[in-house]
């Protein structure tokens, strides 16, 4: 009997603010979002995806471009999709993240965070398939690259036990 089941997940994988993620193996990355915003792609064909996780828009000089920019972090995500033998036609992604909680922060860098990223993907004709963005509150997400899958928990406080391997009483 033939089954369209995806392959067990091998590994789980915590992304941390400012990297880029691209497992070799079936993975469940997780991120902790915020004003943050991680983009997840996934090449249908192939069956593989990859993450990143970045925290403001664009580098302009004489910031130092890396992964902690948008348009840096996507950039880098596609080229790695790419040399992994991955193609734009069948590329999509999902985008998370990009609260802007008044009381908490004066500039909605969650905003420009998004709108950067919707300009990246749509330069590349990459097709945006789900979006869980906005809002006053924080997300914990985990991204199945198998399938593209995505399970978003929305929350009001993020605490440092909120990252992954959770610790304390949770």
Not at 46 to 63: D, T, V, W, Y
Request: proline share 6%; with cysteine; aromatic share 8%.
């Amino acid at each position: 009997m033939e089954t369209n089941a995806s392959p067990p997940i091998v590994g789980e994988y915590l992304l941390k603010p400012g990297f880029i993620y691209l497992p070799r193996h079936p993975t469940a990355i997780s991120a902790v979002l915020g004003s943050s915003v991680s983009i997840c792609l996934y090449d249908q064909k192939l069956g593989i995806g990859g993450m990143n996780h970045f925290l403001f828009p664009c580098a302009l000089p004489p910031e130092r471009p890396t992964a902690k920019y948008g348009n840096v972090a996507i950039t880098a995500l596609i080229r790695m999709m790419l040399k992994n033998g991955a193609t734009l036609k069948n590329m999509e992604a999902q985008m998370i993240g990009g609260a802007f909680h008044p009381k908490i922060m004066s500039r909605d860098i969650g905003r420009n965070n998004l709108e950067t990223a919707r300009t990246m993907l749509k330069k590349r004709k990459i097709r945006i398939v789900s979006e869980d963005v906005g809002g006053e509150i924080g997300r914990k997400i985990v991204f199945n690259t198998t399938n593209c899958e995505i399970a978003v928990l929305k929350v009001g406080r993020l605490r440092s036990s909120d990252w992954y391997p959770y610790e304390e009483n949770r």
